[in-house]
C-alpha cells in the first residue's frame, strides 16, 4: 500500500466519533466573524454597527489577492465591530453579529437535489474559481490558505493532476470521514468542479486506511468518474501534510522553498474543500458553515457537528454533554497540529477542524530531560530534517545555520516531539526558529523590490 | 663525514633561503594596525557585549580611533565601563570625552502575580520567545512580561534576577551597565534601556500595554489605561506622551516633581529611588499608597 518514503509516526488514532452521524448545531445567539480567518490579509469589514444581515451576506471583503471575504453564518444585527480574542490566542478584529431568527439571502439554493457538472454546461474554468473566491473559501484541513490561489497556478506552471486530501491523519478528527459517509456524491461533483477549474484530466482521492467504509463508497460512487481515482494508503501521520501527499499519492517530492506543489504539477485540496466548492458553484452558497468534531476521552458524547461559522466553542462543547470536570487542557484542532485555547468564547473559524478536549492527566506534559543523541526526530522528521540541531541552532539563536539546515521547510507536524523520549520541545524551539529565519529572508529581499 | 657535511650544508641553505623568503613576504605583506587601537582596546571592559553597537571590544576601540580621526568621540559610548572609561580612551586618543549620562536597564511591567492574575498555564519549553508565540501567554495581558526570564539569562553581568514572588526580572542598578542585551532578548519589548537620573532617581511608566483602557484594567490591577491624566498634570514640561493608549514619560524633559505618580488612578507611574515622602504629603493625599510600591523599586 501506498505511503510518503521520509519519516513519519504513528500516534494512537482515537477516532472516537468515527461512527457519530453529522449533526447540526444549534444557532448561536451571538455570532462573531474573525477577520483572519485564513492565511494572508486580512478582511476588511463592508457593513456597519446596526446593519440588518441575513445568512450568507457579505460581512468583509477580501484584502488582497491572497485572502479570502467573511459571509455572515447567521441573520441578525451587527452588535459591533471589535478586536476580540479569537483561536490563535491574539486580540483581533472581527465583526459581531446578534442573531435574530435564521433568514437566509434568497439567492443561496437549499435544496438538498444534486448538481452534475454535466447539468451546468455554462461553467468554465474561469467562472469556476471567480466563484470559488467571491464564496471565500480557503482549506479547511487547518492551513487555511484562500483556495483560488491554488487554483491560480503561477505563470509558467502547469498543474496535471489534482489530489484530493481525505487522509484525516490527525488522530481524534472524524470530520472528513463523516463528510465522505456522509456525502460522497457533492465531493466527487466538487472535485470535478476543481479539476474543470485547472483543467486537468486526472484527480487522485487519498485515503488512510482506517476508513475502510469510506475507501469502498468512495470508490463505488467515483466509478461514475472514469478520471477520479481513490487511492487507499497505509496509515502514518502526518500523511495529510501537502507534500508528503503528493508523494505518498503520485510519487512526486516537491523541492525545498520556494518550491511549491504545482513546481511538480500538483494541486491539493481538501475534501472538506471539495465539499465547500460545491455548494459555493453549484449552490450559491458561501463558506458560511463547517463540520467541526467534538472530541475527547471525557466528553460525553464525542460528535461531529455542522456548525455555523462565529459559534462559541462553549455551545459547542454544550451541544457534546458538557465540559468534562477532569479537563486539563483545550484544543482547538488535532492533538498533533491543534492549539491549545485560553478560552472557551472563542469561536470557531473557517479553520476549525476539531476541538479536543484533554484530562488532565493528558494535558501535561512531561519534563523535558537532556538528548540522547538517539536520532530518533531525525528519523521521525517526514521532511528529511534534523529537528534536534534546529532547535538547538533556534535556542542558541544562530539563524544562519537553522537557516542553511533549512528550518523553513518544517512543516510542523510535531512528529520530532512526539516521538522524542526525552520529551524535549523540540517543534517550540523550531518554530521560533522558523519564524525569524523567515522574517530574516523577508527583510533580505524586501529592499530589492 | 662527507655524509654530515653535506647533509648540514643542505639543510643549512633551506633554512637560510627559507629565512630570507619569510622575511621578504613579512615585509611586504605586513598589515600596519594603528597602535592606538591595541591601546584603547586595553582600556576597555573586555566584556564583548557588543552594547556599544560594535562587534566586541576591538570593534568598538576601532571605530573610536576611526572618529577620533574624523574629529570628535561623539556617539561612542562603552556602556559598561560608563564614563571614566570613555575618559581613559579619550585620554589616548588625545581628545576630549564627550559627556554622556549614565543609563539603566527597567522593566516596564509592573504585572506581578497579585495584579495580574494568571488565567491559563503554559506548559511549553521555558522560553519568553516561545511563550510569546501562544498569543497572549498565561495572563490577560498581550504586552506584559512573560516571566521565562530570556532577559536573565541573556544578562552577562549577572545584573538580572527573576523574583519568585512578582514573577518579574528585577534589575540590580549597581551591576546593570545598560548594555542592551536584555531590551533585544525581550519579545515583547518591554525593557527599556533609560537614563539613570540624578541620584539614580527617575520617574517611569511601569507598562507596555497598549491595549483599550477597559480592557488593560480587567487584564491587569496596575496597568496603563491611557486616561490622559498624567499628560493634564505634565502640561508645563510636556514630558509625558500619551500613544496607543500608553502614557510615555521623556526622561530627558522629566523634571523629577513626581505629580504625574500621584495623579495616576491606577499606580502604572513609579518613582525610583527617591526619598520617602514626608507625612504632610500623606496627609493631602490619601491615596498615597503608591508609596509603598516604591518599595520594589527600591530593591531593585
Same mark, same amino acid.
Given at each position: 500500500m501506498k505511503t510518503f518514503h521520509i519519516?513519519?509516526?504513528?500516534?494512537?488514532?482515537?477516532? /472516537?466519533?468515527?461512527?457519530?452521524?453529522?449533526?447540526?448545531?444549534?444557532?448561536?445567539?451571538?455570532? #462573531?466573524?474573525?477577520?483572519? $480567518?485564513?492565511?494572508?490579509?486580512?478582511?476588511?469589514?463592508?457593513? $456597519?454597527?446596526?446593519?440588518?444581515?441575513?445568512?450568507?451576506? /457579505? /460581512?468583509?471583503?477580501?484584502?488582497?489577492?491572497?485572502?479570502?471575504?467573511?459571509?455572515? *453564518? !447567521?441573520?441578525?444585527?451587527? @452588535?459591533?465591530?471589535?478586536? !476580540?480574542? +479569537?483561536?490563535?490566542?491574539?486580540?483581533?478584529?472581527? !465583526?459581531?453579529? +446578534? !442573531?435574530?431568527? +435564521?433568514?437566509?439571502?434568497?439567492?443561496?439554493?437549499?435544496?438538498?437535489?444534486?448538481?452534475?457538472?454535466?447539468?451546468?454546461?455554462d461553467l468554465d474554468s474561469k467562472t469556476i474559481v471567480e466563484k470559488i473566491k467571491n464564496a471565500g473559501i480557503v482549506g479547511l484541513g487547518g492551513a487555511t490558505f484562500p483556495c483560488h490561489v491554488k487554483l491560480t497556478p503561477p505563470p509558467g506552471s502547469k498543474a496535471e493532476c489534482v489530489i484530493i486530501n481525505a487522509v484525516e491523519c490527525e488522530p481524534y478528527l472524524t470530520a472528513d470521514h463523516r463528510l465522505m459517509l456522509e456525502h460522497a456524491d457533492e465531493i466527487l461533483v466538487g472535485v470535478d468542479l476543481i479539476m474543470k477549474a485547472v483543467n486537468v484530466t486526472k484527480g487522485y482521492i487519498g485515503i488512510e486506511n482506517n476508513k475502510p467504509d469510506a475507501i469502498k463508497l468512495m470508490t463505488e460512487k467515483a466509478s461514475q468518474y472514469p478520471n477520479i481515482e481513490v487511492v487507499p494508503l497505509k496509515v502514518k501521520y502526518p500523511q495529510g501534510g501537502e507534500k508528503q501527499l503528493i508523494d505518498a499519492v503520485i510519487g512526486r517530492q516537491v523541492p525545498a522553498p520556494p518550491a511549491i506543489p504545482i513546481s511538480v504539477g500538483a494541486v491539493v485540496q481538501n475534501v472538506g474543500t471539495a465539499y465547500a466548492i460545491y455548494e459555493a458553484v453549484m449552490k450559491n452558497k458561501p463558506l458560511i458553515d463547517r463540520i467541526i468534531t467534538v472530541t475527547g476521552k471525557s466528553v460525553k458524547n464525542p460528535s461531529n457537528l455542522l456548525a455555523r461559522l462565529g459559534t462559541p466553542f462553549q455551545q459547542l462543547i454544550d451541544e457534546c454533554g458538557g465540559l468534562p470536570e477532569d479537563t486539563g487542557k483545550i484544543i482547538g484542532g488535532g492533538p498533533m497540529m491543534g492549539k491549545a485555547l485560553l478560552s472557551l468564547d472563542v469561536p470557531m473559524t473557517k479553520g476549525s477542524s476539531g476541538l479536543l478536549i484533554m484530562n488532565e492527566k493528558e494535558a501535561r506534559r512531561s519534563e523535558p530531560q537532556p538528548c540522547i543523541r538517539c536520532a530518533k526526530c531525525v528519523s521521525a522528521c517526514p521532511m528529511g530534517l534534523e529537528p534536534f540541531l534546529l532547535s538547538k541552532a533556534s535556542a542558541m539563536e544562530e539563524w544562519e545555520m537553522a537557516e542553511k539546515n533549512d528550518v523553513v521547510s518544517c512543516i510542523e507536524c510535531g512528529s520530532c516531539q512526539f516521538t522524542c523520549p526525552s520529551k524535549r520541545p523540540l517543534l517550540d524551539m523550531i518554530r521560533v526558529g522558523k519564524t525569524t529565519v523567515m522574517g530574516i529572508i523577508r527583510s533580505r529581499t524586501a529592499p530589492k523590490s | 663525514m662527507n655524509v654530515i657535511l653535506i647533509a648540514v650544508i643542505v639543510l643549512g641553505v633551506i633554512g637560510l633561503v627559507s629565512a630570507l623568503v619569510l622575511y621578504i613576504i613579512s615585509n611586504k605583506f605586513a598589515v600596519h594596525e594603528d597602535p592606538r587601537i591595541a591601546q584603547v582596546s586595553e582600556v576597555l571592559p573586555q566584556a564583548n557585549c557588543g552594547g556599544c553597537g560594535y562587534p566586541g571590544c576591538s570593534g568598538f576601540a576601532a571605530a573610536c580611533v576611526k572618529a577620533a580621526d574624523a574629529g570628535s568621540l561623539e556617539g561612542k559610548l562603552c556602556p559598561v565601563g560608563g564614563q571614566p572609561v570613555m575618559e $581613559? #580612551?579619550?585620554?589616548?586618543?588625545?581628545?576630549?570625552?564627550?559627556?554622556?549620562?549614565?543609563?539603566?536597564?527597567?522593566?516596564?511591567? @509592573?504585572?506581578?502575580?497579585?495584579?495580574?492574575?494568571?488565567?491559563?498555564?503554559?506548559?511549553?519549553?521555558? *522560553?519568553?520567545?516561545?511563550?510569546?508565540? &501562544?498569543?497572549?501567554?498565561? &495572563?490577560?495581558?498581550?504586552?506584559?512580561? /512573560?516571566?521565562?526570564?530570556?532577559?536573565? *539569562?541573556?544578562?552577562?553581568f549577572g545584573a538580572l534576577s527573576m523574583d519568585p514572588e512578582t514573577g518579574l526580572p528585577v534589575v540590580d542598578e549597581e551591576k546593570c551597565t545598560a548594555c542592551g542585551a536584555c531590551a533585544k532578548a525581550c519579545p515583547r519589548g518591554i525593557i527599556e534601556i533609560r537614563l539613570k537620573g540624578p541620584k539614580g532617581r527617575r520617574v517611569v511608566v511601569l507598562c507596555n500595554n497598549k491595549d483599550k483602557g477597559a480592557i488593560a484594567n480587567k487584564a491587569c490591577k496596575a496597568s496603563c489605561i491611557g486616561c490622559g491624566k498624567c499628560v493634564k498634570t505634565c502640561e508645563k514640561f510636556e514630558a509625558i506622551t500619551l500613544e496607543n493608549n500608553l502614557a510615555y514619560i521623556d526622561a530627558e524633559k522629566c523634571k523629577m516633581c513626581r505629580k504625574c505618580e500621584e495623579a495616576c488612578p491606577k499606580g502604572a507611574i513609579h518613582a525610583f529611588n527617591f526619598p520617602p515622602r514626608k507625612p504632610k504629603a500623606e496627609e493631602t493625599a490619601p491615596q498615597s499608597t503608591p508609596n509603598q510600591n516604591v518599595e520594589p523599586a527600591k530593591a531593585e
Amino acid at each position: 500500500m501506498k505511503t510518503f518514503h521520509i519519516g513519519g509516526v504513528h500516534p494512537a488514532e482515537n477516532k /472516537l466519533s468515527a461512527g457519530s452521524p453529522i449533526r447540526e448545531a444549534a444557532l448561536p445567539k451571538q455570532a #462573531v466573524f474573525s477577520m483572519f $480567518q485564513h492565511i494572508g490579509a486580512p478582511a476588511k469589514p463592508v457593513v $456597519q454597527k446596526g446593519d440588518v444581515v441575513k445568512v450568507g451576506t /457579505l /460581512l468583509a471583503e477580501a484584502g488582497g489577492f491572497v485572502s479570502a471575504p467573511v459571509y455572515s *453564518s !447567521v441573520s441578525g444585527k451587527v @452588535n459591533k465591530i471589535d478586536a !476580540v480574542i +479569537d483561536a490563535s490566542g491574539t486580540r483581533r478584529m472581527a !465583526v459581531i453579529v +446578534d !442573531v435574530e431568527g +435564521d433568514d437566509w439571502e434568497e439567492s443561496i439554493d437549499r435544496s438538498k437535489d444534486l448538481v452534475r457538472l454535466s447539468d451546468r454546461p455554462d461553467l468554465d474554468s474561469k467562472t469556476i474559481v471567480e466563484k470559488i473566491k467571491n464564496a471565500g473559501i480557503v482549506g479547511l484541513g487547518g492551513a487555511t490558505f484562500p483556495c483560488h490561489v491554488k487554483l491560480t497556478p503561477p505563470p509558467g506552471s502547469k498543474a496535471e493532476c489534482v489530489i484530493i486530501n481525505a487522509v484525516e491523519c490527525e488522530p481524534y478528527l472524524t470530520a472528513d470521514h463523516r463528510l465522505m459517509l456522509e456525502h460522497a456524491d457533492e465531493i466527487l461533483v466538487g472535485v470535478d468542479l476543481i479539476m474543470k477549474a485547472v483543467n486537468v484530466t486526472k484527480g487522485y482521492i487519498g485515503i488512510e486506511n482506517n476508513k475502510p467504509d469510506a475507501i469502498k463508497l468512495m470508490t463505488e460512487k467515483a466509478s461514475q468518474y472514469p478520471n477520479i481515482e481513490v487511492v487507499p494508503l497505509k496509515v502514518k501521520y502526518p500523511q495529510g501534510g501537502e507534500k508528503q501527499l503528493i508523494d505518498a499519492v503520485i510519487g512526486r517530492q516537491v523541492p525545498a522553498p520556494p518550491a511549491i506543489p504545482i513546481s511538480v504539477g500538483a494541486v491539493v485540496q481538501n475534501v472538506g474543500t471539495a465539499y465547500a466548492i460545491y455548494e459555493a458553484v453549484m449552490k450559491n452558497k458561501p463558506l458560511i458553515d463547517r463540520i467541526i468534531t467534538v472530541t475527547g476521552k471525557s466528553v460525553k458524547n464525542p460528535s461531529n457537528l455542522l456548525a455555523r461559522l462565529g459559534t462559541p466553542f462553549q455551545q459547542l462543547i454544550d451541544e457534546c454533554g458538557g465540559l468534562p470536570e477532569d479537563t486539563g487542557k483545550i484544543i482547538g484542532g488535532g492533538p498533533m497540529m491543534g492549539k491549545a485555547l485560553l478560552s472557551l468564547d472563542v469561536p470557531m473559524t473557517k479553520g476549525s477542524s476539531g476541538l479536543l478536549i484533554m484530562n488532565e492527566k493528558e494535558a501535561r506534559r512531561s519534563e523535558p530531560q537532556p538528548c540522547i543523541r538517539c536520532a530518533k526526530c531525525v528519523s521521525a522528521c517526514p521532511m528529511g530534517l534534523e529537528p534536534f540541531l534546529l532547535s538547538k541552532a533556534s535556542a542558541m539563536e544562530e539563524w544562519e545555520m537553522a537557516e542553511k539546515n533549512d528550518v523553513v521547510s518544517c512543516i510542523e507536524c510535531g512528529s520530532c516531539q512526539f516521538t522524542c523520549p526525552s520529551k524535549r520541545p523540540l517543534l517550540d524551539m523550531i518554530r521560533v526558529g522558523k519564524t525569524t529565519v523567515m522574517g530574516i529572508i523577508r527583510s533580505r529581499t524586501a529592499p530589492k523590490s | 663525514m662527507n655524509v654530515i657535511l653535506i647533509a648540514v650544508i643542505v639543510l643549512g641553505v633551506i633554512g637560510l633561503v627559507s629565512a630570507l623568503v619569510l622575511y621578504i613576504i613579512s615585509n611586504k605583506f605586513a598589515v600596519h594596525e594603528d597602535p592606538r587601537i591595541a591601546q584603547v582596546s586595553e582600556v576597555l571592559p573586555q566584556a564583548n557585549c557588543g552594547g556599544c553597537g560594535y562587534p566586541g571590544c576591538s570593534g568598538f576601540a576601532a571605530a573610536c580611533v576611526k572618529a577620533a580621526d574624523a574629529g570628535s568621540l561623539e556617539g561612542k559610548l562603552c556602556p559598561v565601563g560608563g564614563q571614566p572609561v570613555m575618559e $581613559q #580612551v579619550a585620554g589616548i586618543l588625545g581628545m576630549a570625552a564627550v559627556a554622556s549620562a549614565p543609563k539603566v536597564a527597567v522593566v516596564r511591567c @509592573n504585572g506581578t502575580c497579585e495584579n495580574r492574575p494568571r488565567n491559563a498555564e503554559f506548559d511549553g519549553a521555558v *522560553s519568553c520567545r516561545v511563550k510569546n508565540m &501562544t498569543g497572549m501567554g498565561d &495572563t490577560g495581558c498581550a504586552y506584559g512580561c /512573560l516571566g521565562c526570564g530570556d532577559c536573565v *539569562s541573556k544578562c552577562q553581568f549577572g545584573a538580572l534576577s527573576m523574583d519568585p514572588e512578582t514573577g518579574l526580572p528585577v534589575v540590580d542598578e549597581e551591576k546593570c551597565t545598560a548594555c542592551g542585551a536584555c531590551a533585544k532578548a525581550c519579545p515583547r519589548g518591554i525593557i527599556e534601556i533609560r537614563l539613570k537620573g540624578p541620584k539614580g532617581r527617575r520617574v517611569v511608566v511601569l507598562c507596555n500595554n497598549k491595549d483599550k483602557g477597559a480592557i488593560a484594567n480587567k487584564a491587569c490591577k496596575a496597568s496603563c489605561i491611557g486616561c490622559g491624566k498624567c499628560v493634564k498634570t505634565c502640561e508645563k514640561f510636556e514630558a509625558i506622551t500619551l500613544e496607543n493608549n500608553l502614557a510615555y514619560i521623556d526622561a530627558e524633559k522629566c523634571k523629577m516633581c513626581r505629580k504625574c505618580e500621584e495623579a495616576c488612578p491606577k499606580g502604572a507611574i513609579h518613582a525610583f529611588n527617591f526619598p520617602p515622602r514626608k507625612p504632610k504629603a500623606e496627609e493631602t493625599a490619601p491615596q498615597s499608597t503608591p508609596n509603598q510600591n516604591v518599595e520594589p523599586a527600591k530593591a531593585e
